[in-house]
């Protein structure tokens, strides 16, 4: 008589069923108003929300991370949805998009755009910066293979960078980042000149670098997030100052003609313009949905025609155009 093997299921009770872990939800992240009020402050700054960009149908920003306007004066936009790119003119009107399946990048940060013309995207996630033309051809990659980190002390790589900033020789330097304490200079076909920063709360290190912008003298502005300060370097990285009690900077530009630094703070949600002496002139908005207001106000552009602003925002997926009155 053959012999039969019988296969008898195993029942277990539910509770005995391993569970996949679930990450703990986030607290809001609307900042209490006693810290904000607590932060320096000035009076309102004479903007309002223009009806801006037009859209047309079929087209959405995702996240949106960083915002610049080249010598024409047409606004460039970098997000996280299908259409990584959008330049628009100063009127709202869409010009162009570049697709994700013409230029994939991993995760959208800040963009800049050169002296040159050429936009210089930054893929925080990717650990690279590409230099690109206004047609969306690639001109220069920096960094590892894209996907792969390098450390504090790397030459050629990046590990979550988030900026760049042009000097007038044409160096640049990459605000490097969310890993990586540091900034570091290139010269312009992206050989690597010198780095300076550690990660700390000391004068001269930093904790998560996340923009950083050059004033007509030459002195560098590091928006050094989580420490809630901006630190100011000189062209080689020598220690000059720093702002605090100014908010989160997460973004920075500076108006030359105005010889003023605009910031925006995605945590307190405010756009804060500052002197060079780092005394607050004036302040603008708060924590928000509608127009006018902000949520992870990421990046910040000054347009000189106009003194105009525009926001780049995570949380809200949108850019806005703030027109002083």
């Not at 490097?176 to 290139?186: A, T």
Request: proline share 7%; net charge neutral; aromatic share 12%.
């Amino acid at each position: 008589m053959p012999i039969r093997s019988w296969v008898i299921p195993l029942l277990l009770p539910a509770a005995s069923i391993p569970q996949t872990a679930q990450p703990p939800g986030r607290p809001t992240d609307q900042p209490p108003h006693e810290l904000v009020t607590a932060l320096k402050t000035g009076p309102q700054l004479p903007y309002k929300v223009a009806n801006w960009p037009q859209v047309p149908k079929g087209y959405n920003f995702g996240e949106v991370s960083g915002v610049d306007l080249d010598p024409q004066g047409n606004v460039w936009v970098f997000n996280r949805g299908h259409w990584p790119v959008f330049e628009f003119d100063r009127s709202g009107k869409m010009l162009q998009a570049w697709t994700e399946d013409a230029f994939h990048v991993k995760s959208a940060h800040g963009l800049r755009v050169g002296p040159d013309g050429s936009i210089w995207c930054v893929d925080v996630d990717g650990h690279v910066i590409f230099k690109m033309s206004p047609e969306g051809r690639v001109l220069m990659v920096l960094g590892n293979r894209q996907g792969v980190p390098g450390n504090n002390d790397s030459h050629d790589g990046f590990y979550r960078p988030t900026n760049v900033a042009f000097r007038p020789n044409g160096n640049f330097y990459v605000s490097d980042g969310y890993v990586n304490s540091r900034v570091i200079e290139f010269n312009p076909v992206g050989e690597y000149v010198r780095h300076w920063g550690i990660k700390g709360t000391g004068d001269g290190e930093f904790n998560l670098v996340h923009d950083v912008a050059i004033d007509s003298k030459g002195r560098v502005y590091v928006a050094d997030r989580t420490n809630e300060r901006i630190q100011i370097f000189d062209d080689t990285g020598k220690f000059l100052g720093k702002w605090t009690n100014i908010g989160a900077p997460w973004g920075l530009a500076y108006a030359a003609k105005e010889n003023a630094i605009y910031m925006c703070d995605g945590r307190y949600n405010r756009i804060v313009k500052l002197n060079l002496e780092g005394q607050v002139l004036g302040i603008l908005s708060s924590w928000g949905k509608a127009p006018g207001k902000l949520d992870y106000a990421h990046s910040i552009a000054y347009d000189p025609a106009d003194a105009s602003l525009y926001t780049a925002e995570i949380k809200n997926w949108r850019v806005q155009k703030w027109v002083r009155q």
